[in-house]
């Protein structure tokens, strides 16, 4: 099974800027297709945005659209998700995730990292 481990949350004033990194294990990162999904204080998890292994695919939350950016680095065995003009709405645990790519949706497969805090103040 892939090991997720993601960085780069923490508390930023609305309007900034924040980049966060997920790093898997093994080698046959490039095969998977990656996704991020938050979830906020009593609230159900949500997608957020994922990406297919070879990068060409890529789909993202109405919510988010235009201001948040997923990428990959398969050489690293990085995904990462830029996140800009952030809102207090974005308030949430940022958790990145192996997500199975069909017709252009995206779905969990099972394999979750831990979760990063992001936290927006107003």
């Known amino acids: 099974q892939v090991q997720l481990v993601e960085s780069g949350g923490g508390l930023v004033q609305a309007g900034g800027s924040l980049r966060l990194s997920c790093a898997a294990s093994g080698r046959t990162f490039s095969m998977y297709s990656m996704g991020w999904f938050r979830q906020a204080p009593g609230k159900e998890r949500e997608f957020v945005a994922a990406m297919s292994g070879s990068s060409k695919i890529t789909s993202y939350a109405d919510s988010v659209k235009g201001r948040f950016t997923i990428s990959r680095d398969n050489a690293k065995n990085t995904v990462y998700l830029q996140m800009n003009s952030l809102k207090p709405e974005d308030t949430a645990v940022y958790i990145c995730?192996?997500?199975?790519?069909?017709?252009?949706?995206?779905?969990?497969?099972?394999?979750w990292g831990q979760g990063t805090q992001v936290t927006v103040s107003s």
């Open positions: 995730a192996v997500v199975n790519a069909y017709s252009g949706s995206f779905t969990p497969s099972g394999s």
